[in-house]
């Protein structure tokens, strides 16, 4: 038996231990595995494989980023890119493909599982906005980044008695923000699922100054919209699977103008992006990294192609691919609303 492997979308803490966790349990079963380099873009052409054992797996565990490299190709956009994919199955004498990735990837494996290829899918996105899973890969550590540029932004905000706006990562769903905003103490959070008036924020700012705080963080997601202020898109550019740059939305830097303007408190943005995506993962990232990339080589073994491992409290369970990129998983309201008990 010979099994692929390959990481796509985005990078996060996480993908190295996934991988690791597919070679370790392939090894342990005498399978022989082929990673492709850079996503989908690695069965492309004549594909561009390398080999890995044990051995070359050793040590990545604590590494961030993707030894394997990751993009945003979509082959699905043309059909020769489809029929490379195929054909490059046959020509890396390729039994089966672990994806490592978020809906984007996984939509490609589930279109692949239809056409008879076989495919399993390890859930990986540090959104945590992929359907039929409790947590995915990269989700976790990214909390923590958030909470730690918290804890560290209230000290500066109370030393000069400012605003700090914080936007963090979150195209359609705010889990990040929820979440990280929530652990961190965030005294406002704004989200996708919710459109919520900066007026709105303005007036929750003005009663924590009446009440002795001077001073406050507000986190808001990339993709949070603002009904009564206009955040326009700096351009049209849109990646491989049509979701334009929102880091370009600049959404962080329109609030605290905004709410500076309104209030007459002064106010200050910190945009912390990639520092989301990068550096060692945490504990729990590892450990679900490890448990789901072992059991997608498990159903390999068992023949359930078409499924991704998921996490179901603290059981990882089978779950097909066509349900996982149905539909966004977007934050539970009842933990955005319990945020604002904080306010």
Not at 259 to 288: A, M, N, W, Y
């Amino acid at each position: 038996m010979r099994i692929g492997v390959l990481t796509g979308g985005g990078d996060c803490p996480g993908l190295n231990a996934a991988i690791r966790a597919v070679v370790r349990r392939a090894d342990e079963k005498g399978w022989e595995v082929t990673g492709f380099l850079n996503g989908w873009a690695g069965l492309l052409g004549e594909g561009n494989p390398r080999p890995l054992t044990s051995a070359d797996v050793s040590g990545i565990l604590p590494l961030g980023g993707t030894m394997l490299g990751t993009s945003r190709t979509n082959p699905m956009k043309k059909q020769e890119h489809m029929d490379q994919v195929a054909a490059n199955f046959g020509r890396h004498q390729i039994d089966a493909l672990v994806a490592i990735g978020g809906d984007d990837t996984l939509s490609v494996a589930a279109r692949l599982h239809d056409i008879g290829l076989k495919t399993v899918g390890v859930p990986k996105t540090m959104d945590n906005d992929l359907s039929e899973t409790d947590a995915c890969i990269g989700f976790n550590s990214a909390v923590e980044i958030v909470v730690d540029a918290l804890d560290k932004l209230h000290t500066t905000a109370s030393s000069h008695h400012r605003v700090m706006v914080v936007e963090v990562m979150g195209r359609d769903a705010g889990w990040v923000a929820t979440v990280g905003g929530l652990a961190g103490g965030a005294d406002y959070i704004l989200i996708p699922e919710v459109d919520v008036a900066i007026e709105t924020v303005c007036d929750s700012l003005r009663r924590r100054r009446l009440r002795g705080r001077d001073s406050s963080v507000v986190v808001v997601s990339e993709g949070a919209k603002l009904p009564d202020v206009e955040v326009a898109q700096s351009d049209a550019t849109t990646d491989a699977f049509g979701h334009v740059r929102l880091d370009r939305r600049n959404v962080g830097e329109v609030a605290a103008r905004e709410i500076e303007k309104r209030t007459g408190f002064e106010t200050r943005v910190t945009v912390l992006g990639h520092l989301q995506r990068g550096g060692s993962p945490s504990s729990f990232d590892r450990v679900l990294a490890t448990r789901t990339g072992a059991e997608a080589v498990e159903y390999i073994e068992k023949g359930m192609f078409g499924h991704m491992a998921a996490l179901r409290g603290n059981d990882i369970k089978p779950v097909r691919l066509r349900d996982v990129v149905a539909k966004t998983r977007t934050v539970d309201l009842d933990l955005w609303r319990l945020a604002s008990t904080f306010y």
